[in-house]
């Protein structure tokens, strides 16, 4: 494995990147699923470690969000990913143009999670775009787990015309039906054991829309669930796949978001899939 900390390096070494995985580091098995992906698709893989501190709305959370370097280069290097590409923000920066937020899909950025994390969804478009420039793969891998940033980075290339594919992994779950995160780290061992809660919940869902109870029924069945429950629900949605809009005659995706402590926790699930029906 080829390891870049400079991004002129990078593009003067000028290596063709067929799959381009994004992340910020603190790796566990849900982010090397998307490597092991990758290789189904491509030859030359290369992951970014990057914390993006303008994603962030609090300071707090960025500053305590876990940093293991070392240890994600060994897994990658278990893994035999071919470049990882360590930048900063400055250098970045200085090899890209910024996302035009006039360009911003404010019908998705400003909804749901974007709802609760101003600006978010904004930032992640702009450092998408700025790598996208930067290592210009062929596909981009991203887990399931983050539907919604799918989306959006989906939207990205749609307003930009890059030609990349977008290719997505199942979410990665521990033995509980819990999906993996980096936040989980800051879990305490009971605390794991309540944050599952969202899991159980998306399962009421989809076997409440199994047994075609209504939408707008399930949605507050779900609700109710929370009342005594250690997770304090942000939300939660039943949305079309393709959209993520309010429209309910085609696939449809249940998303929640919620906290348990200090630990924001997202999930989703496919609860109407005319794939699976075939």
Request: charged residues 25%; negative net charge; proline residues 3%.
């Amino acid at each position: 494995m080829k390891i870049f900390h400079s991004i002129k390096k990078f593009i003067d070494s000028e290596v063709k990147i067929d799959s381009f995985i994004p992340t910020m580091g603190n790796l566990h098995d849900g982010h090397l699923s998307l490597i092991t992906e990758s290789k189904k698709h491509s030859e030359k893989s290369c992951v970014s470690i990057y914390i993006n501190g303008d994603q962030f709305t609090d300071v707090k959370d960025f500053e305590n969000y876990p940093k293991t370097i070392e240890e994600d280069i060994k897994k990658l290097e278990k893994i035999k990913v071919n470049y990882l590409l360590i930048p900063d923000k400055n250098d970045i920066e200085n090899f890209s143009k910024p996302f035009d937020i006039n360009l911003e899909p404010k019908k998705i950025t400003n909804d749901m999670c974007g709802k609760y994390r101003p600006g978010h969804f904004l930032a992640v478009m702009d450092i998408m775009h700025r790598f996208i420039q930067i290592v210009k793969p062929k596909n981009i891998i991203l887990g399931e787990k983050d539907y919604q940033q799918v989306m959006v980075i989906k939207e990205l290339i749609n307003i930009y015309n890059y030609d990349i594919s977008v290719i997505t992994s199942p979410t990665v779950r521990n033995k509980n039906g819990l999906a993996l995160s980096s936040r989980n780290n800051f879990l305490l061992d009971n605390e794991e054991k309540f944050a599952c809660d969202i899991y159980y919940a998306l399962l009421s869902a989809k076997i409440m829309f199994e047994n075609n109870i209504p939408v707008e029924e399930i949605i507050d069945n779900v609700n109710k669930l929370f009342i005594n429950s250690h997770v304090n629900i942000e939300y939660f949605t039943i949305r079309d796949v393709k959209t993520l809009q309010h429209s309910y005659d085609n696939d449809l995706i249940a998303l929640i978001a919620g906290h348990l402590g200090e630990v924001r926790l997202i999930d989703n699930m496919i609860i109407k899939s005319s794939h699976n029906n075939k």
